[in-house]
Structure formats: structure tokens, C-alpha cells
């Protein structure tokens, strides 16, 4: 369960992101609500939203949180984005003027979570012990021979999981279950049609895509604005 640390002066603002997150953002993640700086520093969050006051508090809340935790992701909503624009050599990870937040909101804190859940650690039983692997690393799950196989950006593990449709529940939105027997990393796709699709490090393997399946990739694919190059069709 990841936690959106979300401090908010403003009760009708706060409001709003709430519902932009209950409606747009999936039960993974689950709000903590902060009304003073104390909670702030105290709570564990996987990242925060502040709302920067006339003072440039929430400035200073986040440089004293990234200085306290360097993977601390933040989101600033300012009244005035000028003042933001010093704070880019700080780390945070973004901005917001109030009157962007219904257009911009949900793009935004969107892109920060794709970033964590390519950063996320998976732990698999594998024929070679315990595999630790960030999903940022995993290319494409296989399932052969009634066997499951996890490939790697640099090597290939016989998991022990025979149920192909619980591993796909257990991976977050950046995967995608093309066939009955292949789940891929959208983000390491390099080129498809309607029959195959090519990942990286394995230029020389062709992965069958059901048809039914290749017209829902691509919506996955346009949705993320994830660049690819279409490949002719064999005759």
C-alpha cells in the first residue's frame, strides 16, 4: 500500500485533491491527511503534496524533506509558480498553480507514481534462490512448458509460480498481459504488429500477441505516451 502524504492549508483545495485521487488514482494508494509540520517529518510517505503559502513554507518543508530522505518525491501547489521555479534545483519533483489543478493534477501526480512503481521491489522464488529485482528491470514474464520464466534486463530466472493470472494481478499498470502465455514491461517495448512485439535486450525473440490483445496494448501504449516503432507484417 503506498501512502500520498497530502499537506494542505487550504480545506477546499485539499477537498479537491482528494476526490482528483479517489477518482482517478486506484486503491493502491492510501491518503494521509497532515495538518502540521511535526506530522509532516513524522509519518512515512512514499510522496508528498504541499501546499506552498504566502511564505514559502512549503518551500522549506520540502527542502527539509528531501534533506532528510533523498527519495523523497514531492509535488509543491503554489498561488504564485514563480516562486517554484527556484525550488526545480531542489529535487522536487513538480509544481502546480492552483488554477492548473483539475487540468494538471491528475497528469502530474500520475507521472510520480509511474516513477515509483518502476522503482518498486519484487521478491520471486526462482530456481536459483531468492530473486530481488526492481519492476523498472523486469522486460517480460514467460509461461512455457507449464513453467514460469522471469526475464531481466540481463538474465532469465524459472520462478515458481504456476499461476500465470495471480502474477498478472500482482503487477502494477506499467505491465501488460499480451497472450495467454506472456505479460510484458510496457516500458521496455521496442517495436510490434499485430502478431509480435520485441522487448529490449531480446532483439532476436519475436513474442506472440493475441489480435484481440494488440488493439488493447496500443490504447495502454498511447495512454502512457510510450514511443514505438510498427513493424511490417511477415508475408
Do not use: W
Not at 114 to 140: A, C, E, H, P, W
Not at 165 to 179: A, N, V, W
Not at 186 to 208: C, G, H, P, Q
Amino acid at each position: 500500500m503506498k501512502k500520498i502524504g497530502l499537506m494542505v492549508v487550504d480545506n477546499s483545495v485539499i477537498k479537491q485533491l482528494k476526490e482528483l485521487i479517489i477518482k482517478n488514482i486506484d486503491s493502491e494508494y492510501r491518503i494521509i491527511e497532515i495538518h502540521d509540520k511535526e506530522m509532516l517529518f513524522t509519518k512515512k510517505m512514499d510522496f508528498c503534496i504541499i501546499e506552498d503559502s504566502f511564505d514559502n513554507q512549503g518551500i522549506n518543508y520540502a527542502k527539509t524533506l528531501i534533506e532528510n530522505n533523498n527519495d523523497m518525491l514531492v509535488l509543491i501547489i503554489s498561488k504564485d509558480g514563480s516562486t517554484i521555479f527556484d525550488a526545480v534545483g531542489i529535487n522536487i519533483s513538480s509544481y502546480l498553480r492552483y488554477q492548473d489543478i483539475k487540468a494538471k493534477f491528475v497528469p502530474a501526480i500520475q507521472d510520480i507514481i509511474d516513477y515509483l512503481d518502476k522503482r518498486k521491489l519484487l521478491l520471486f522464488k526462482s530456481d536459483q534462490g531468492i530473486v530481488n529485482t526492481q519492476t523498472n528491470d523486469i522486460v517480460y514474464f514467460e509461461y512455457l512448458n507449464r513453467m514460469t520464466y522471469l526475464n531481466t534486463l540481463d538474465k532469465t530466472y524459472r520462478i515458481f509460480i504456476q499461476n500465470f493470472e495471480y502474477l498478472q494481478k500482482m503487477l502494477q499498470k506499467t505491465f501488460f498481459k499480451i497472450s495467454r502465455s506472456a505479460i510484458i514491461n510496457i516500458f521496455r517495448l521496442i517495436t510490434l504488429n499485430s502478431e509480435n512485439v520485441i522487448m529490449k535486450n531480446y532483439e532476436n525473440k519475436d513474442i506472440a500477441i493475441s489480435r484481440r490483445r494488440y488493439q488493447d496494448l496500443l490504447v495502454v501504449l498511447k495512454k502512457h505516451a510510450i514511443s514505438f516503432t510498427e513493424r511490417k507484417l511477415k508475408k
